[in-house]
């Protein structure tokens, strides 16, 4: 046992994918500096080395409002999450389903087999984060507080204090703190 929380295996890969396809696909600041999203690398997502253009542009469009959530959350406002991710699985046409592929064992897909990649996608995201917010730790979905980055996370920590997206960013918060204390 790792200590580390673990909403379920398959989920728990999902809104890590979700965290992904957020942080890359959406604009704004990363690691103190100016974020376009304008060539996300995809490639992390099952499927995303051969997406064409079209599809990583819908999946860009549902990580907008995947990015919503996590804003919410991040703000205390779990009603507003909860509506958006609602949104989102009814647009998404969200099913649970069982499948099998690839030598791996049964696990669940949540979306239809006939779905895009993209809404594929972000049919599961929304499902993954649905499984988090219906969970007494639906607190553990963030935004980072460090200068100048607006990229999301899940804390997964057993104390749930995680506040940055990344280790770079907490030390760059450290770094800056540092220095600040030096010059007084």
């Excluded at 890590?16 to 490639?43: C, F, H, I, K, M």
């Excluded at 919503?68 to 009603?79: L, M, N, P, S």
């Excluded at 895009?116 to 607190?139: C, K, Q």
């Amino acid at each position: 046992m790792t200590g580390q929380l673990n909403f379920d295996s398959h989920a728990s890969d999902v809104v890590a994918a979700a965290v992904q396809a957020v942080n890359v696909l959406t604009p704004g600041e990363a690691l103190g500096r100016a974020y376009a999203a304008d060539e996300p690398d995809v490639s992390g997502l099952a499927g995303g080395a051969e997406a064409a253009g079209k599809d990583v542009d819908e999946l860009r469009g549902y990580a907008s409002r995947l990015r919503a959530i996590f804003e919410a959350v991040d703000t205390g406002h779990i009603d507003q999450a909860c509506v958006v991710t609602n949104a989102l699985l009814a647009d998404t046409q969200a099913v649970p389903r069982l499948i099998k592929h690839d030598n791996e064992p049964w696990h669940i897909h949540f979306h239809a087999g006939s779905a895009s990649w993209a809404r594929g996608w972000a049919a599961s995201m929304a499902t993954a984060l649905a499984i988090v917010l219906g969970n007494p730790m639906s607190d553990r979905l963030g935004v980072c507080t460090a200068t100048a980055c607006d990229r999301v996370f899940v804390d997964v920590s057993r104390n749930g204090t995680k506040r940055f997206c990344s280790t770079a960013c907490q030390n760059r918060i450290k770094a800056a703190a540092f220095r600040a204390r030096k010059q007084v």
